[in-house]
Each structure stands twice: as structure tokens, then as C-alpha cells.
């Protein structure tokens, strides 16, 4: 059998939904959260070259930004076909096109457009902005608008920064953050100093635009986001690590490498220095439904690209749910079926191995209602939801 027809094939008898094998990635700066329920062994799986694994990626149909050692299809998605079959979620997407997805994602973007990931790193992340489109699009990428929140299930304990820095004060100049981007190699910036912390609080989450400058804290966030693993990094000391001035410059054109004032050209200098920056962009969840059986809550909305919700059915219960969009959908607590399979979240996975709380739901299956069915007594099943915004599908 051909590999279109073993696609559709499988895309039918797996009911729409589809289960994806776990992906993990590394990452060559910062230390591991050690959350992501992976065994203490393999967070080097990958040799130490490469980093400790911080990241666990969903529904991925692009590879990581991840240097030269990596595989062209790290933090690309796999289909979980057993034993035989190897055949990843953006050969899917290719082969079944608009019945995947739907009609309106795919005639905007001819693929699945966002992924979604665990981001899970002990301590801060240096302070850094994902391109505008327009910026990216000179290097060949995509822009990237991001969302968080913050999964109490996978945050047993908050790192050492559990505070996110966003933008810069409201009374920062543009040539106080050109002096020290100008001075990357010669000391500490300490360019943190011109920005403001918001500490992290369990169960909400907030929007990041593109043109953003950002350090995340030291909880396990997850993180919707559009298909691109694009930035600048502004901080060339982060937590005693040194970030060298290929980390601020890596994409941007050639003609601009070494010029700050590029660089600043890329903001969004507004969104920045907002004075009111929580009231724009923090996201408290949004109840959209609370019954006996279940509660739905909207967690990641408010944007133009990516959004999220989380599921939660109540102990002993079940419930149809339908949406209007494809989605992939991780567990978070608990177990039960989804459709036709059955799920369980991970409590501790070796490398390569697979799972059952990981699935991409395609859009008919979603449209009519998908069955998931809570089969503990006592616990609830939490399921997270990521799919790109309807202003995105249309």
C-alpha cells in the first residue's frame, strides 16, 4: 500500500483522531526544570553536547531552530501507527489537506499553521523578542506571537525566578536600551534593570505579540504559538550564563549584524513601554461552560493567531465536546478515552517512548463532538486544547 492510501486509511479507522508519540527537546542554554515527567536519566538523551531537554513540543508539523547537531525533523510531530509505520503529522496535513484542518485554515496557510509546547527550564530565560513578521519575513521565517499558561498538574515546585519580565518601564528610552545592546560584549548590561517583573500565578496565563521583549520565569508554562522558532536575544548574561552577540544578531540580515539600532527597529515599541501592560495582555481563564460533567475554560484568546482551552471532566463523568477547529490536545491529570481511544496522563516516560496523552483531533471529528470519558473515580481528567484563533482560519 502506498503511503497516501496507508494515511487515509488510518485517518479513518482512527476515527479523526489521531494519537502523536511524545517529542522532546533540548536545549543547549539554561538548566532543566526536571517536569516534564521524563526519567531522570534521559534528560541528556541526546548527548551533553546538545543540552539538557527542556521542551516538549505538540502537534508540530516544523522542526526546532536547534544548531547543526540537530535532526532536520527534531520537534516535528509523529503519528503513533504502531510498529510499522513512521509518518509524520505534517505528511498528514500534506495528504488530507482541508479535511484535517478544515477548508479555512488550509486555503489561508496550506499546512497547520501553530504548535503548542511545554516550555520547563529551573531558572530564567534570557530577556528576549520574537520577530514581527515583517522583520522575519527578511530572513526567510515567520513571525511569532506566543501565549502561556501555567499547568498547576505539571508545577510541583517553581524554580528559582518563578517571575516573568515583560517589555521595559514606561519611562525607558530607546537610547538606554541602544547603550547597553551596544555594549553586549564588553559587560554585564544588566538590561533586566529596565524592565518589570510580574510573578507567576498558577492557572492564568498572558499574551506575548510579536516585538515583545520577554524573559520567562522558572514555571512550567505551556506555550500555544505559531510555527517558528525565531528571535533576539537581548540579555548577554542570564542566571551567570553568557549569551554572545550571535544570540542578538542570529536573524536579522547581513547587512544589519552588529547595528543595535536595527535591532530596536524591531520592536514594537508601544506594546513595550504599555504603562498598562497586565491589564492588556495578562490572561485570567474565561469559564465558558460548568456543569456536573465538565468545565471548559478559554486560557489562551485576546489575539489575532493562537488560542487554548482547558478541559476538565469531573470525576466518574463524560461529556461531547465540539469545537469549531481542528486541535491537538494533551493531558495534564487523569485518564479515560477520547473518542475511541484510550488516554491516561504520562507520570514518568523514557525517551522515545511512547504515550497516551498526546492527540491531534481533525476537524469533521471535532465539528460533530468528540466522546472523552472520565474512568476514575476520584480524579478529574484535565485535557489542554491548542488551535489556531478563528481570525487565523479564515
Known amino acids: 500500500m502506498d503511503k497516501q492510501s496507508i494515511i487515509r486509511n488510518y485517518y479513518k479507522n482512527s476515527g479523526g483522531i489521531l494519537p502523536l508519540i ?42 526546532a531552530m536547534n544548531g547543526p547537531e ?96 515583560f517589555g521595559f518601564t514606561p519611562d525607558t528610552t530607546k537610547e538606554e536600551v541602544r547603550d547597553r545592546l551596544a555594549d553586549f560584549t564588553g559587560r554585564d548590561t544588566k538590561i533586566t534593570e529596565l524592565s518589570r517583573a510580574y510573578r507567576v500565578e498558577l492557572g492564568t496565563g498572558w499574551y506575548t505579540a510579536p516585538g515583545v521583549v520577554h524573559a520567562p520565569g522558572s514555571y512550567l508554562t505551556y506555550e500555544p504559538q505559531w510555527n517558528s522558532d525565531v ?6 548574561i542570564t542566571d551567570n550564563e553568557i549569551y554572545g552577540e550571535d544570540f542578538l544578531y542570529e536573524n536579522v540580515p547581513e547587512e544589519h549584524k552588529g547595528d543595535p539600532d536595527y535591532v530596536i527597529g ?60 481542528a486541535y491537538g490536545c ?20 523514557r525517551f522515545g517512548q511512547k504515550s497516551e496523552d498526546e492527540f491531534f483531533v481533525g476537524y469533521e471529528p471535532a465539528k460533530r463532538g468528540v466522546r472523552i470519558r472520565n474512568l476514575s473515580k476520584y480524579e478529574p481528567l484535565v485535557m489542554l486544547k491548542h488551535y489556531p484563533a478563528p481570525e487565523a482560519q479564515r
Not at 536545549?27 to 534521559?42: C, I, K, S, Y
Not at 528571535?231 to 548577554?236: G, L
Not at 498598562?276 to 468545565?295: M, Q
Request: glycine residues 8%; hydrophobic residues 35%; contains cysteine.
Open 266 to 325: 524591531m520592536m514594537d515599541w508601544e506594546a513595550n513601554v504599555d504603562p498598562d501592560y497586565r491589564k492588556h495582555y495578562f490572561r485570567p481563564p474565561v469559564v465558558l461552560a460548568d456543569n456536573d460533567d465538565y468545565t471548559e475554560k478559554q486560557i489562551a484568546y485576546g489575539n489575532p493567531y493562537i488560542a487554548a482551552k482547558e478541559l476538565t471532566v469531573k470525576p466518574g463523568r463524560e461529556c461531547i465536546i465540539s469545537d469549531d477547529t
Open 70 to 165: 540537530a535532526a532536520p525533523d527534531e520537534g516535528m510531530s509523529y503519528i503513533d501507527m504502531g510498529d510499522s509505520e513512521k509518518i509524520s503529522l505534517k505528511d498528514f496535513v500534506a495528504e488530507l489537506g482541508p479535511e484535517l484542518i478544515g477548508e479555512g485554515c488550509y486555503r489561508r496557510h496550506g499546512t497547520w499553521p501553530m504548535y503548542s509546547k511545554f516550555f520547563d527550564y529551573e531558572g530564567p530565560l534570557f530577556h528576549h523578542m520574537h520577530l514581527k513578521f515583517e522583520d522575519a519575513a527578511k530572513v526567510g521565517k515567520l513571525g511569532k506571537p506566543e501565549a502561556y499558561y501555567y499547568p498547576p498538574q505539571y508545577n510541583n515546585y517553581p524554580g528559582t525566578f518563578p517571575h516573568t519580565y
Open 330 to 349: 494533551i493531558l495534564t491529570q487523569g485518564y479515560g478515552t477520547i473518542g475511541d481511544h484510550a488516554c491516561a496522563t504520562a507520570t514518568m516516560l
Open 22 to 63: 511524545p517529542v522532546f527537546v533540548p536545549r543547549r542554554f539554561g538548566a532543566a526544570g526536571h517536569r516534564l515527567r521524563l526519567h531522570p536519566d534521559d534528560y541528556y538523551a541526546l548527548g551533553t553536547s546538545r543540552g539538557s531537554i527542556k521542551e516538549r513540543w505538540f502537534s508540530s508539523v516544523i522542526a
Open 231 to 236: 528571535n533576539a536575544v537581548f540579555e548577554n
